[in-house]
């Protein structure tokens, strides 16, 4: 069963710094770009940034470009996203997402976590 487990979310201070990671396992035969998104308190889901499956094409959203950045050890490997000056309106739980094919012969399937926490204080 493939598990995808972020981790890292935390309370900070405006102007703060927090690395959210995205741990996968499970039985992994290949894996495409992760993505992360968020979900602030009466919001809908909001995409926060991604890398695609090559490591080399990076995307962000607005509101965070220039403050954060997606990182990922190798395609199968674990995910990172490294915040910056962060704001009070970066406040909620962030969600990795990544697809995966278990095997040569299934199709890929979108795999989420459980989330992490991010509190940003004034």
């Known amino acids: 069963q493939v598990v995808l487990v972020e981790s890292g979310g935390g309370a900070v201070q405006a102007g703060g710094s927090l690395r959210l990671s995205c741990a996968t396992s499970?039985?992994?035969?290949?894996?495409?770009?992760l993505c992360w998104y968020r979900r602030a308190p009466g919001k809908g889901r909001e995409f926060v940034a991604s890398?695609?499956?090559?490591?080399?094409?990076?995307d962000y959203a607005d509101s965070v470009k220039g403050r954060f950045t997606v990182l990922r050890d190798d395609p199968l490997g674990t995910g990172y996203l490294h915040m910056y000056n962060l704001k009070p309106e970066d406040t909620a739980p962030y969600y990795c997402?990544?697809?995966?094919?278990?095997?040569?012969?299934?199709?890929?399937?979108?795999?989420w976590g459980q989330g992490t926490q991010v509190t940003v204080s004034s």
């Open positions: 499970g039985p992994i035969w290949s894996a495409g770009g």
């Open positions: 997402t990544q697809g995966i094919a278990t095997t040569e012969s299934d199709p890929y399937r979108q795999y």
């Open positions: 890398i695609d499956y090559k490591n080399q094409i990076t």
